[in-house]
């Protein structure tokens, strides 16, 4: 059983910086690629990023293109998230998961069904 943790979210006022991290339970976490997802209330959970299983490429929704950064530390069993410039529509909850296939790259990881581990997510919110 594979478990992931995140941790790092919080308030903050519009115009901050927030960097989550999810921390993966399984030894064979270098494997596969990790994705970041976010659930306002209200609304279907959205892709956010991914990462590839080597951390060789990335992929982003362009609502957060040029203003987040995912990456990765395999030796720490760690994913990051590095928001910048937050604005108060980015208020949501923020998952990590899992890529449902080993060795796979970011940019085929943007559906929810291509993950299968998730973590229990973080709050993220974004004061005007």
């Known amino acids: 059983q594979v478990q992931l943790e995140e941790s790092g979210g919080g308030l903050v006022q519009a115009g901050g910086s927030l960097r989550l991290s999810c921390a993966a339970s399984?030894?064979?976490?270098?494997?596969?690629?990790m994705g970041w997802f976010r659930q306002a209330p209200g609304k279907e959970r959205q892709f956010v990023a991914a990462?590839?299983?080597?951390?060789?490429?990335?992929n982003y929704a362009d609502s957060v293109k040029g203003r987040f950064t995912t990456s990765r530390d395999n030796a720490k069993n760690t994913v990051y998230l590095q928001m910048n410039s937050l604005q108060p529509e980015d208020t949501a909850v923020y998952y990590c998961?899992?890529?449902?296939?080993?060795?796979?790259?970011?940019?085929?990881?943007?559906?929810?069904?291509?993950?299968?581990?998730w973590g229990q997510g973080t709050q993220v919110t974004v004061s005007s």
């Open positions: 990462i590839s299983w080597n951390g060789g490429d990335t």
């Open positions: 399984a030894p064979t976490f270098s494997y596969y690629a």
């Open positions: 998961a899992r890529r449902n296939r080993a060795y796979s790259d970011s940019y085929s990881a943007t559906s929810l069904r291509e993950y299968d581990y």
